[in-house]
């Protein structure tokens, strides 16, 4: 017979977040770009906004929507990185 134990002695501030990874954060920003246009910088922009005035300011709500909304401006940035030739 197995019986399950509850380590109770592990303290609860040990708990981790988890981190979404970065090629989830690009194809969110993707989608957003697929689904909303012109308008998926300000619609993820305003998601993050939302996550905050919430109160889930530094967790993965808020932070998630920011690294998004920071992806959908890197890929709707036309700018060339360097000097042009």
Request: aromatic share 6%; with cysteine.
């Amino acid at each position: 017979m197995q019986f399950l134990v509850l380590n109770l002695s592990r303290p609860q501030a040990c708990i981790l977040r988890r981190v979404i990874p970065e090629i989830d954060i690009w194809r969110a920003a993707n989608l957003m770009l697929k689904r909303y246009g012109d308008k998926a910088l300000e619609q993820s922009a305003t998601r993050a906004h939302e996550f905050t005035a919430a109160g889930d300011d530094n967790d993965n709500g808020a932070a998630t929507w920011r690294r998004i909304t920071a992806a959908v401006g890197r890929l709707t940035n036309n700018t060339p990185p360097g000097p042009v030739h």
